[in-house]
């Protein structure tokens, strides 16, 4: 045999002869390479680039369609399989893979700012649908609602002149500390009037403006309109709620949810109404427990709660919690979403379920076991604004809920037998109560009680009108012995009835003063359910203490102790001395006809919202 034949490359034509454009093996190699670092590429940048929904939804979406048509038997246009099945399975895998290495390819020529702005688009756009699920949104797709602005939101001037003077007065004041917080703090959240710069508190997270806000519905009344048009204007382009903090939700809810309804249903401005509902949904994570018991603290853009340290192991608080029922039943008013109102009836049903020590509701309730914290009950701080806020639900719902009438009065009755007392010189206190003993102290903040009572007498049951008046009265004497007995004529935080001592505080760190209004609340109610000018004269009182004690060439400032014989400034501006004591000032010396309570509740911060009516305010319309 030749050697020819055995060696078969020597003999053959050459290898270009069979294709003139065929490959040689080592470029076949390294092609072969190449398009598999190409489609490796590709891959990763499909599994291992950040999240993009855009990315994986030519891959997953696809192939899920593809793997649910096997699973039936039928192929996108509902036929068995047959002969041609597998070949039409194919054929739309090799587009989808495809589509996706296309978008891979184009995604991958993008500059990496481009690339993380689409994938935040794309989670935005998720997050956006998962909020509109919960009952959310943005606030700015609200429905049509003929707005009707509720009876006296301006009254009439004073009738005498020297109430007319007084009232003037008063707006000076309300003037004197807008204009030096727009001065010195303006777009902060309070004032230092002494060193005359800002102050924040980490009650409202990154959140600003507090002053703004709470202060928005005083303008309003006070007839102040350059003023009332800045803090609109300011609201409208600098308000904003997008903001990695943790906020108080109580704080929050009543000054500047409380703040934006109020200002709304005065002036009937729409941006009030969209910032309230905004903030209200940025609130509703709050909700997110066991039992539907909020927290105390929010991160507003994490959603993630949690509540104070030092609340009875991890507890919500009855003042917190207990203190929202207002705001959100007008948020779904205004929102046509009942979530808001949903959230805060199931606090109602958690607290029916459970047994009252006593018939007396506890400061504290663990949100996660749904149980009672310790034993403790205050109708001063962390418990009062739950009593009052279960009164005026009623009285907002036109006084048509009768569950929460009767857990009012049957709170009343159990404060009335456990708590309230009355000294040896004869004044009447409420006492706290803690595990089953008193302490004979009375707070600042219990003194809102009196005009809670005034107010709820006329629903009283059994006849019990006229007794809850006497105690309304009593009450506001106490309180106002408490002023009366300091070198100030400022009340102090906490005053004690123990030890020879009455209406007197006795530790250091109850003697301070940071322009409370409770006690000037008080005298508003009684003045408008008695006319007896006593109630004029004791706010007129505590005026010119302000005037002559608290004002400072900055602002006005609270005092370290009402006892010192000169005081020493703690240089905050507090924003609810311009919400509440200011307010509540002003309507003392109006006529009965500004912000009527047949028409109108205050909230707890002293922000007017209507009482709920058909013929005031209109189911939304789409």
Sequence with gaps: MPTATLLPFTNTPSRKSASPSAFRLTEKFILLLVFSAFITLCFGAIFFLPDSSKLLSGVFFHSSSVEADTKTGTDSNGSIHGADSDENK????????????????DTLQKRPDEIQREIQNEKEKVQKNVDVSRGGGDGNSLPKINFHKPPGAIGREPSDQETKEKRAKIQEMMKFAWDNYQRYAWGLNELKPVSKQGHSSNLFGSIQGATIVDALDSLYIMDMQDEFKAATDWVEKSLNFNVNAEISVFEVNIRFVGGLLSAYYLSGEEVFRKKAVELGEKLLPAFNTP????????????????????ASGGSSILAEF??????????????????????????????NRLEKPQGLYPNYLNPNSGQWGQHHVSVGGLGDSFYEYLLKAWLMSDKTDEEVKKM???????IES????????????????????????????????GGMFALGADGAPDEKTGHQMELAAEI?????????????????????????????????????????????ETYLYMWRFTHDPKYRQW????????????????????????YASHPSHDDVQQSFFLAETLKYLYLLFSEDDH?????????????????????????PEV
């Design 539 to 562: 706010g007129w009182e505590a005026v010119q203490a302000l005037e002559q004690y608290c004002k400072v060439n900055g602002g006005y400032s609270g005092i370290r102790d009402v």
């Design 322 to 351: 207990g203190t929202l029922h207002l705001e959100f039943m007008h948020l779904s008013e205004l929102s046509g979403k009942p979530v808001f109102a949903e959230k805060v009836m199931n606090i109602r049903k958690v607290l």
């Design 476 to 520: 506001a004497r106490t309180c106002h012995e408490s002023y009366s007995r300091t070198t100030l004529k400022l009340g102090p935080e906490a005053f004690r009835f123990d030890g020879g001592v009455e209406a007197i505080a006795t530790r250091q760190n109850e003697k301070y003063f940071i322009l409370r209004p409770e006690v000037i």
């Design 418 to 449: 456990h708590l309230i007392r009355k000294s040896r010189g004869g004044f009447t206190y409420i006492a706290e109560w803690k595990g089953g003993l008193l302490e004979h102290k009375m707070g600042h903040l219990t003194c809102f009680a």
């Design 90 to 105: 194919l054929t739309r895998i090799r587009k989808d893979h495809e589509k996706a290495l296309s978008e891979a390819k």
């Design 408 to 414: 009012y009065y049957d709170s009343i009755q159990a």
């Design 595 to 619: 912000l009527p309570f047949e028409h109108w509740v205050f909230n707890t911060e002293a922000h007017p919202l209507p009482v709920i009516r058909k013929e005031n305010i209109k189911k």
């Design 291 to 310: 039992t539907g018991i909020p927290w105390a603290l929010l991160n507003i853009k994490s959603g993630i709660g949690r509540n104070w340290p030092w």
